[in-house]
């Protein structure tokens, strides 16, 4: 591509108000062809809107769109893939019931208005992108039996059916591993030789400097920086995005000697998920469990909260011996825990803010003998728990849904935390959260160990398990393989020990 190539979309002084609150004001941004362009920012930045603005989704208050030099006055999502224009979005939109070649072909069939569905005509059509872009993909297969990473590459091979000339990935590799995600970005650079410009919307700093050839920034709807990536590192788009630096190093605050211990794990097992697992979590300590995907690692931590629970082994909080064959042991037994897919798992997303911060602890707010709600105390609990946790809204009558993922996730921390947990257990804390929203999680996190809490994360992000643990634990094939501590907890050793 030379320099001089004209950019097959332009959008320009782009204005968007919802209800008074402008969501961006006056955003420039252009793709050429067979480029990756990164679009970062905090969580409510802007992004999403900005995305929905191009596929024709929501509707600008002013500014141009313009594909391939032609203006769109009013964009619509027909129109959008008209263009040549597709989204993939982080839940990839796909028919579960469906194979992923009629996944691939379906959407195409519908467009073309015919009524019936021609196996012998649209299976071609499949086989030849899977075989073009030189990918596996059991085309056989039902989509809901699919791994993540086969997902997505459904949904890209149906953009490209469409003949897209602009792909827009939205946190494209949130639940791959790292193999996952070279594997992506091979297939991404198949893409843009065929000349198509990516979208590439991302938290992950580190894949944005890898995989992307130019970097828009955005801060709270407004545009900071178009700048070549070459030109940057992640500490300053991090700053460029939050408006100051980012520590993310190493804060970890000595143990006393004598710290008691708050959970004690001994030989849990769970046939075909993990074996022999023994370990303890000590008051005030950060505790990390790390391991490749399928590693049990979550499995683990679903039967600590009684989700799975263990065949055999035994389980003790604070001394006391318990068995936890379901959530409601587990709560009872003072172990809270947030979920690695908060959006299914963590919220009520209809409801409001208060009422999913109440949501498990409210029999602990009723009197006695009447049983009666203290409504007094709830409302104590919900504006400490809205403003310690600094959860981004109007008011805690706002619907969880209207927030962005990094205010989602506090929500659910402050749910358990509302139940006074004596150990809290996080699955991917900061799964799709931005930097700037990972960073203040993090913090929450050390200041609650630093209360008395247990805290256990279970995570495959090594940088935030050597930014705040204070141990990590390694769990291969269901199995504790390495215990590291003090200097040993650094992110060479915790990647070689995960790969070995």
């Not at 955003?27 to 905090?42: D, M, R, Y």
């Not at 990516?198 to 050839?213: I, M, P």
């Not at 993310?248 to 211990?261: K, Y």
């Not at 498990?360 to 009723?366: G, I, P, T, V, W």
Request: proline content about 3%; some cysteine; overall charge negative.
């Amino acid at each position: 591509m030379s320099e001089s190539e004209a950019p097959v979309l332009e959008v320009s002084d782009i204005v968007k108000t919802f209800g008074g609150v402008r969501a961006l004001a006056g955003v420039s941004l252009s793709l050429k062809p067979g480029t990756v362009h990164c679009l970062a920012g905090e969580n409510g930045c802007g992004k999403s809107t900005l995305i929905k603005i191009i596929s024709g989704v929501e509707r600008p208050d002013s500014g141009r769109i313009v594909v391939a030099g032609t203006e769109h006055d009013r964009m619509t999502p027909s129109g959008a893939m008209d263009a040549g224009i597709q989204v993939i979005y982080q839940d990839f939109s796909l028919f579960g019931n469906l194979t992923a070649a009629e996944n691939i072909v379906l959407t195409g069939e519908v467009a073309a208005h015919r009524a019936l569905y021609s196996r012998r005509r649209a299976r071609p059509a499949a086989e030849r992108i899977v075989r073009e872009l030189g990918i596996k993909l059991d085309l056989e297969e039902d989509v809901e039996r699919l791994s993540v990473a086969d997902k997505q590459l459904t949904a890209i091979c149906r953009a490209l059916v469409h003949d897209a000339r602009i792909l827009i990935m939205d946190e494209p590799t949130t639940a791959l591993t790292r193999t996952e995600v070279q594997r992506l970005f091979a297939v991404v650079r198949q893409l843009t030789e065929r000349g198509v410009a990516l979208l590439f919307v991302s938290h992950k700093l580190d894949e944005v400097l890898q995989v992307a050839q130019t970097v828009t920034i955005l801060r709270n709807g407004s545009h900071v920086l178009t700048a070549p990536a070459a030109e940057l590192d992640g500490a300053s788009i991090g700053r460029y995005m939050t408006g100051h630096d980012i520590d993310e190093s190493r804060q970890v605050v000595r143990l006393p000697a004598d710290a008691s211990a708050v959970l004690e794990v001994r030989d849990l097992t769970l046939p075909g998920a993990y074996r022999d697992v023994s370990f303890t979590l000590h008051r005030g300590e950060i505790l990390g469990l790390t391991g490749l995907l399928g590693s049990g690692r979550s499995e683990i931590a679903e039967s600590l909260f009684g989700v799975l629970p263990a065949r055999s082994g035994t389980i003790t909080v604070d001394g006391q011996d318990c068995t936890i064959r379901s959530i409601d042991d587990a709560v009872a037994a003072g172990i809270g825990y947030v979920p690695e897919d908060r959006l299914t798992q963590g919220l009520f997303m209809d409801a409001s803010i208060a009422d999913n911060i109440i949501a498990s602890s409210l029999d602990a707010y009723r009197r006695r003998p009447s049983r009666l709600l203290d409504r007094r105390r709830i409302a104590e609990t919900i504006t400490s728990l809205f403003g310690r946790l600094r959860i981004k809204a109007p008011n805690v009558s706002s619907p969880v849904r209207s927030l962005s993922g990094g205010n989602a996730q506090r929500v659910v921390l402050a749910k358990w935390l509302a139940t006074k947990p004596k150990v809290l257990i996080l699955n991917g804390p900061t799964v799709g959260v931005d930097v700037g929203s990972k960073s203040e999680i993090l913090q929450i996190l050390r200041q609650e160990a630093a209360d008395g809490r247990g805290v256990l994360i279970v995570s495959d992000d090594v940088p935030e398990l050597v930014a705040v643990c204070h141990r990590v634990l390694v769990i291969r094939q269901g199995q504790v393989v390495q215990e590291l501590e003090g200097d040993g907890v650094d992110l060479e050793t915790i990647q070689r020990t995960m790969a070995a």
